[in-house]
């Protein structure tokens, strides 16, 4: 299971122009992502953040600060994405395009019980670019 680097800093670990999010509160094994986000970014994209209104509807469940800068005597924390590549389905439909396979062959060839499921705590994001100013 390959873990990359997140798209929200650069190959030195230095924050670009993106923001990515964590969840220092979470725990492997546990249900649920904890009750504390963070986002990691840098300044000026942290504060684009707050002037859309992504928290719409959620203002009332949400305590929201200021963006602060990491403080000196904070240890390093690395970011990273984890993907699994292997959902059943976009399996079967990989191998009824590459090799002509009917979807009932498709089934035959790959049983549901191929899935990797990851234990760890994860959120599914709808990405969109916004324009301000």
């Known amino acids: 299971m390959p873990a990359e680097p997140s798209h929200g800093f650069d190959p030195d670990g230095r924050a670009n122009d993106g923001a990515v999010s964590g969840f220092p509160r979470a725990r492997n094994g546990a249900v649920g992502l904890g009750d504390f986000l963070r986002l990691h970014g840098g300044q000026a994209a942290l504060n684009d953040l707050l002037v859309v209104p992504w928290l719409t509807g959620m203002r009332d469940h949400v305590r929201l600060s200021a963006v ?3 403080p000196s005597n904070t240890k390093h924390s690395q970011v990273r994405r984890v993907q699994v590549d292997s959902s059943s389905e976009r399996l079967r439909r990989r191998a009824m395009k590459r ?4 979807e009932e ?6 049983p549901d019980s191929v899935e990797k499921k990851l234990r760890l705590p994860y ?7 916004v324009v301000c100013g």
Do not use: D, F, M
């Open 123 to 129: 959120l599914q994001l709808r990405s969109q670019r």
């Open 99 to 102: 090799h002509g396979l009917t």
């Open 105 to 110: 062959q498709a089934r035959e060839r790959i």
């Open 68 to 70: 602060a800068a990491v």
